[in-house]
């Protein structure tokens, strides 16, 4: 490997970009819509990420207490090259709700309600994050880290001035082991980062364990002097470098803006290089498998008393709804996202010299949105038309079925096959789809009666000429 040049090796951008991504990770699943303390589903928490308690009980069900990865990265040149890596996670800190009572004492009490207000029970989250210091790629780590522990008390009084109660949130020591070390692999650099919890009390049940545990652990690794191979999409010199890469509940990614290479995300879940937040998304829902529009209406549908009990679970529970409840329609419009061409440079592929000399027809939506209904108006599939080996095909145009994808067990009856064209059609990813029906098939009329035709790809079908109908009995295969 070549050494890298002056601009290569300048010092890594902030983590802005990358805190961003790594955030939602973080909060991935820490609670879920309706977001109330009462639903089933957010009284079984904290699903990715959690490095438990090693001397857990088995009836604590606790996470494994370890987390490890290796990324690669291309030889340095003549500076030392230098890393710098980030441990992010959260820590459970309990809320506890205490009534005051006449004598002064206080009782634990699932719920309070003050001046109208309900303060809840219930089982917060604390940000934590442990910077090493920056050094030398080659220059191993072994630490153990203590993350403090502790309580803190909110009294809780009503307007009279009377006080009715208090919060008291608190929080368990934890301790943590960090190690990472680098070596040689052709001429590359392998660096191993693992993540150990070693808390050292036993954890007699399930909320001991979690209350031990690193939850929604990830790790982000900076280089400076190097620069990072992307595992996913390793060039051809470093594919078998990458493959030797091994990872254990923690897969690494190349993050930050795209086209960069000097910071990789190391998360709980599987990503992709450079993984980013939609610039539509106003604001996180704790739940990236979710559609952000759909969850927001879903949100705008809760009665007040169901939005009353969301606020009070949890604070960030309460900024999800009022954020919800203050959108305006130009908002809610913004979440409906963007239509991009997934394959702009896409080559044109296919049987004979090219299926794809005419591109599939652009549709003019007239300002409609393209889910919207009134977006097909431009759409003609009785007319619309695919160059196949040079020959123009449409509706009733006569081809020959070759099945290639497999996307039906059926497909292999269809091979040979003669077939009437029916429509020709194209999807919102700019695929084309043509629609058939076999001239053997008795139940053709029926087939065109309901609308319910066969779909294959272009590059799937044979032209023939308009006469071949007599003869392809005898063409096709016995």
């Known amino acids: 490997m070549t050494a890298l040049d002056a601009e290569e090796a300048a010092a890594p951008v902030g983590l802005g970009h990358v805190r961003t991504v790594a955030d939602a990770v973080l909060y991935e699943g820490y609670l879920l819509y309706p977001y109330r303390a009462s639903s089933h589903k957010n009284q079984s928490r904290w699903q990715f990420g959690v490095l438990g308690p090693p001397a857990a009980a088995p009836d604590s069900f606790a996470e494994e207490p370890g987390m490890a990865m290796q990324c690669l990265l291309a030889a340095p040149g003549t500076a030392p090259a230098t890393v710098a890596i980030h441990l992010r996670f959260l820590q459970l800190q309990v809320r506890e709700v205490q009534r005051r009572a006449g004598d002064g004492s206080h009782q634990a009490v699932p719920a309070l309600t003050v001046d109208g207000t309900s303060v809840l029970s219930w089982d917060e989250a604390v940000e934590r994050e442990i910077a090493l210091p920056v050094r030398e790629l080659t220059a191993g780590y072994d630490e153990r880290h203590t993350v403090p522990g502790g309580a803190d008390v909110e009294e809780l009084t009503d307007a009279r001035g009377t006080r009715v109660g208090r919060i008291v949130r608190s929080r368990e020591e934890l301790t943590v082991r960090i190690r990472s070390a680098a070596e040689a692999d052709g001429g590359f650099v392998r660096l191993s980062v ?285």
């Open 194 to 478: 693992a993540v150990d919890n070693e808390h050292p009390a036993v954890a007699a049940d399930k909320d001991a364990a979690i209350r031990a545990s690193l939850i929604g652990a990830h790790v982000i690794v900076q280089a400076r002097g190097t620069r990072f191979v992307s595992l996913l999409d390793p060039p051809a010199e470093g594919a078998d470098a990458a493959a030797r890469c091994r990872q254990r509940r923690c897969w690494p990614v190349l993050a930050g803006a795209k086209g960069t290479t000097d910071t990789v995300l190391g998360a709980p879940i599987i990503l992709y290089d450079h993984p980013e937040v939609a610039e539509q998304s106003p604001g996180a829902l704790f739940d990236s498998t979710e559609i952000d529009e759909i969850l927001t209406l879903r949100i705008m549908t809760m009665t007040e008393q169901e939005k009353a009990e969301a606020r009070a679970t949890d604070p960030r529970a309460r900024e999800i709804i009022d954020r919800c409840d203050a959108m305006s329609p130009a908002d809610l419009q913004q979440l409906h996202g963007l239509l991009r061409d997934p394959h702009p440079a896409a080559p044109k592929t296919g049987h004979g010299p090219d299926v794809r000399d005419i591109e599939p027809p652009t549709f003019d939506t007239g300002g409609a949105p393209w889910w919207d209904p009134a977006a097909d108006a431009a759409v003609h599939p009785a007319s619309d038309t695919v160059v196949i080996d040079g020959v123009v095909v449409g509706k009733d145009s006569l081809v020959r079925v070759h099945p290639s994808r497999r996307a039906d067990a059926q497909d292999i009856f269809f091979a040979g096959q003669v077939a009437r064209v029916t429509a020709v059609l194209s999807d919102v990813d700019g695929g084309t789809h043509v629609a058939l029906v076999l001239l053997d098939d008795p139940a053709a009329d029926m087939h065109d009666w309901y609308g319910r035709y066969f779909y294959f790809a272009p590059d799937e079908l044979e032209p023939l000429p308009p006469d071949s109908t007599a003869h392809h009995r005898e063409e096709s295969p016995s």
